[in-house]
């Protein structure tokens, strides 16, 4: 079963234009939620993140928003640029013991046409 | 800035024999250290997760017979991938804990003939 999912697998937007990808998630208890950009042949870099005790994150061109209550996050990437094609992955986690582990998604692959 | 470097980019190895990846973190401590398998489909694996002083605690369908870790300071650790087979192909990450946040290096992708 996987506790944390994407949408959509794959999304392409215009240069300029706002990429929105999803993220949902099963366990009530995590509390934090990363976002990693990966580029091919590279591992992935932690883009942005966000706790549970906020409802929205931004930073520069990328925002996530955060709602508790559906277990939803969304990560926006406005004014995107052809740089930002990559896949991100979507990770969560919680406080203790099993729970500590980083949960990823599947990914979402960006591809932005110029 | 937390870097992490990772020790071999790339390696070839004939089926059954041993290669050993290396993972270091530059400019600070990581606090414990995370060894992933990316698949092809990149998927991510969790292998091991290895605390300074602690025991190396393994995840499901991995074992220290098959992939034995060394964790011997705050900035560094290497994994060995024994007597690999296709199966053991993909991208092999090291994330380093610091503050509360993973930090990855490049990878170190294996491919076995």
């Known amino acids: 079963q996987q506790q944390v999912r994407q949408s959509p697998q794959s999304l392409t937007v215009w240069e300029g234009e706002t990429a929105i990808l999803n993220c949902s998630y099963e366990d009530s208890t995590f509390n934090y939620f990363p976002w990693y950009q990966q580029f091919p042949g590279e591992g992935p870099a932690l883009l942005i993140s966000?706790?549970?005790v906020s409802d929205k994150k931004e930073d520069g061109r990328f925002t996530i928003f955060f709602n508790k209550r559906e277990k939803k996050l969304s990560l926006h990437i406005t004014d995107s640029q052809p740089g930002d094609s990559a896949t991100y992955f979507c990770?969560?986690?919680?406080?203790?013991?099993?729970?500590?582990?980083?949960?990823w998604g599947l990914g979402t692959s960006l591809v932005v046409n110029p | 800035g937390a870097l992490v470097y990772q020790y071999p980019r790339r390696t070839i190895c004939k089926s059954g024999t041993s290669m050993r990846m290396e993972c270091q973190a530059v400019?600070?401590?990581?606090?414990?250290v995370a060894w992933y398998r990316q698949s092809p489909q990149k998927t991510f694996e969790l292998i091991a997760l290895s605390t300074v002083n602690s025991a190396i605690k393994y995840e499901q369908n991995f074992t220290q017979e098959k992939f034995p870790i060394s964790h011997p300071n705050l900035s560094f650790s290497s994994m060995t991938v024994l007597n690999a087979y296709l199966e053991d192909r993909g991208l092999y990450l090291c994330g380093a804990r610091w503050q509360n946040t993973l930090y990855f290096g490049a990878g170190t992708r294996l491919s076995v003939l």
């Open positions: 966000i706790s549970s």
């Open positions: 990770a969560a986690r919680g406080n203790v013991g099993d729970n500590s582990k980083l949960i």
């Open positions: 400019g600070f401590q990581a606090t414990s």
